[in-house]
């Protein structure tokens, strides 16, 4: 069965800061791996995915994420904050074959201070 | 590309009151899944479709819920006999079919019918 979990329900940076949002996953098969941010009153968007090849990942907004399989991790990251990413940051998982059931975590809330 | 839209985007209903909720996914995408979302928490899937055929139904969906996509293309969600804990955010979402080579399992959501039971 798959699950994840990410750490911490909120997390406040101030504007410019790193970015660090963590996320660890299980599965009994190659995962495919994915982050979604949520922002108010929209539905859930792609940030970006991790199928195969390159564990380094680049997304939208200049978010990245590193799939790190010995430490069954996926934390997503972006080097200097901005105000317009307050959000909800979703991690996922789902098998790389077969059904493709997305498991979403609990999800991370962001706040951006000025 | 229209998106996938829901509606309605706001019910509110008594308790015992059957509600219906509709999504039409991208006319292209073949998968399409139904989620729920309460607050503070991730999307706990519920069922999800290839085409008409429902391949998969969560243990979250009791016998009150029922979900269709007769022709392959809109679904629907139908909760009968609503309780309060059925209030909830019902999100919906399609993926598409790739020519040739493993899906890469991206959902593209809508905005989402929000529920209220009283």
């Known amino acids: 069965a798959q699950s994840v979990t990410q750490l911490g329900s909120h997390v406040s940076v101030s504007e410019g800061a790193l970015v660090l949002l963590r996320c660890n996953y299980s599965s009994s098969v190659p995962p495919y791996l994915f982050w979604y941010v949520q922002y108010p009153n929209q539905g859930l968007q792609l940030l970006l995915k991790y199928t195969t090849g390159a564990t380094l990942v680049k997304g939208i907004n200049g978010f990245e994420a590193e799939f790190k399989k010995s430490e069954t991790s996926f934390h997503l990251t972006k080097p200097s904050a901005h105000m317009s990413d307050a959000a909800e940051y979703f991690c996922a998982v789902s098998e790389g074959t077969g059904g493709f059931k997305t498991i979403f975590g609990a999800g991370t809330r962001l706040f951006v201070k000025a | 590309d229209t998106g996938v839209s829901q509606d309605p985007r706001h019910k509110i209903t008594k308790r015992g009151q059957n509600v219906t909720f509709r999504c039409d996914p991208i006319s292209e995408h073949n998968r399409l899944y139904w989620y729920r979302q309460t607050l503070g928490q991730g999307p706990e899937f519920l069922t999800y479709?290839?085409?008409?055929?429902?391949?998969?139904k969560s243990r979250l969906l009791s016998d009150r819920f029922s979900a269709e996509r007769p022709k392959g293309s809109f679904s629907t969600l139908e909760i009968q006999r609503t309780e309060q804990g059925d209030s909830a955010m019902y999100l919906c979402?399609?993926?598409?079919?790739?020519?040739?080579?493993?899906?890469?399992?991206?959902?593209?959501f809508g905005e989402g019918s929000r529920l209220t039971v009283l």
């Open positions: 479709f290839q085409n008409e055929a429902q391949l998969e």
């Open positions: 979402a399609s993926s598409p079919r790739l020519a040739g080579g493993p899906r890469t399992g991206e959902l593209f």
